[in-house]
């Protein structure tokens, strides 16, 4: 995954700019600026409230309602590791311990050396091949500890 | 000549090592001067032979799978590029019995065709419903739709064609036709696979609903959690505008139509139709009060068609054949096909797309083969997380909304995930508060607290407090949240939480079971 960019307000100024035009431009302007940053920060939200002319608590209650935003700096890699129930059944909850135990952290964590960010997911639509993860933007299923253990080790690169 | 060989772009396929087959494959025909066209196709739905590498051949399509990455080399070396033996050749697809029980009217092309080619899309009948929709007319193609029986497959069953009469009569300038692809529900995929094989089919549903309704302007409303869709959706929807199938002059007609993807952001309560256009506004995805029905005030106030993918992916075939066609197939009143999503513990899993009508064992243990850990089928979920959980003595209900609604249960989007004996249904029930507590929009009492009350509840249970009386406690919670939620989320968490109560009261410390009685 690319390197995430240096805050800068006049880019988000830009993001705004460009996408403003779209109806019901927030979440388009959110993903912009959380693909860019890798978060959505303070600054950010004060940028866009007044530039769509809405209030920063607007702003704010939209991203703190969405699971995919946050307003702190995430791992340099984000594993979503599957919880939903057809994952249950194909032994996915041995699975997430395991990769709990290995990356020394719990869901909703960060590693310290800052490496890694441990999220439950609820459903990646790969449930005929359960277990599942995403490790940003890449799939993997049917996984079983050998696979698990690849994919932790693989996060911490 | 050059052969054609075919790698699944299907997210089953890439999670399970598509895209370093494809790598392995360039460069072992570099290497060897074989002259080859990989074709990224979208999956047939056998997950279980996922990636399933196929080769086309003077004698038809030959496939392989599951190939794994490395397996390439030896692949080509048993004779890939003829359709040669190899231990984990399957010979035609189409002939494979898993695929000859189906009857594909929605999932025709998918795994068939090369999904991002229009060519390829028209050669296997795209368009000609499109075609004829727009010959019809506005108020022809929603009799069509209405005579053909489709109910939405999102979840409620609502009949498409008067959803669709709703908003073509509705007054307004503007208006939209929303596709629902937030796909959330555990155990399923079939948006996600109509999206990734055959993009074309979604586009000319929304196309033929435009026509329907006068709209002029699609939106999908897709979930993060599908990066493959977001980009073969995308590139689909601007090769067919860059064709003319979109755009100021749709089709060469009168009507503009054009389409956008939009991203969600990871909410379940998204799909909640309401919540989802709050959300397609730029809103926190709270449930709106109905009415107004989005028929009438919509997306920014104005009339709206928000369906599911798999309801407007139908609609293509039922124009082309006539809706007597598709009516002919199912059962009561669930006409037509339902594409079945098979998962969880299970030996072959995918999806499956049938006529309404087969027995849930006949679908589990026949057409699935049972578990993969190959120990019995203790329990089935059917319809995702808000849905019921099925015992064996239920096996002989026939997929049917209303006869799953009769055994207190429902379809939903038919997904139908499979457990072995070593399930501990407590733990299930727990779940289903758990995610009922994560995903609640918050927005009513009963669904907020009542979840979070309701898993503490539970985990009482679990640690053996007061049993009976805890036990009583979370009937009389779900009680509160079935009658008093706004939408399905709190409204349905009771029907995965009494389920387990009721049909395996064994697994609930075996306490004498009041609920378990009735
Ligand atoms: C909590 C909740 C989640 C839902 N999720 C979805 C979904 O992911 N996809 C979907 O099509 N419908 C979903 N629905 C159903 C929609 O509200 C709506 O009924 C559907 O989109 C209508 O389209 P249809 O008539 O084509 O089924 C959900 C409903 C609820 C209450
Ligand atoms: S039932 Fe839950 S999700 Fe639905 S409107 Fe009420 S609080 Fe929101
Ligand atoms: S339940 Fe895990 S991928 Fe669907």
Redesign the pocket.
Known sequence: MAPKAEFDSEDVAAIVEDLKGLEGPLLPILHAVQDRFGHVPDEAVRVIAHRLNLTRAEVYGVVSFYHDYHREPHGAHTLKVCRAEACQAAGGDAIADRIEKALGIKFGETTADGRVTLEAVYCLGLCATAPSAMLDDRLFGRLNAAKADRLTAEAQL | MTTRIFIPLDSFAVANGADELCDELTHLAARRGLDIEIVRNGSRGMAWLEPLVEVETHQGRIGYGPIEPGEMEALLDAGLMNGGAHAKCIGDPEEHPFMKGQTRLTFKRCGVTDPLSLDDYEAHGGLIGLKRAIEMGGAGVVDEVTESGLR?????G?P?GI?WKTVREAAGERKYIVA?A????SGTFADRMIMEGDPFCLIEGMAIAAVATGATKGYIYLRSEYPVAIRVMREAIRRATAAGVLGVSMMGSAQAFDIEVRVGAGA??C???TSLLDSLEGKRGQVRFKPPLPAIKGLFGRPTV????I?LASTPEILAKGAKFYKDFGMGRSRGTIPLQIAGNVRHGGLFEVAFGLTLGEIVEGIAGGTDTGKPIRAVQVGGPLGAYFPRALFDTPFDYEAFAEKNGLIG?AGIVIFDEDVDMKKQARFAFEFCAIESCGKCTPCRIGAVRGLETMDKVIGGENVSGNLELVEDLCNTMQFGSL???GGFTPYPVMSAIRHFPEDFEGTPMRVAAE
């Open positions: 939405g497959r999102g979840g409620a609502f498409t959803k629902n937030d796909e959330g529900d379940y309560v799909g909640e139709e928000i369906n599911n993918v309801s989007h939408c399905a989320l």
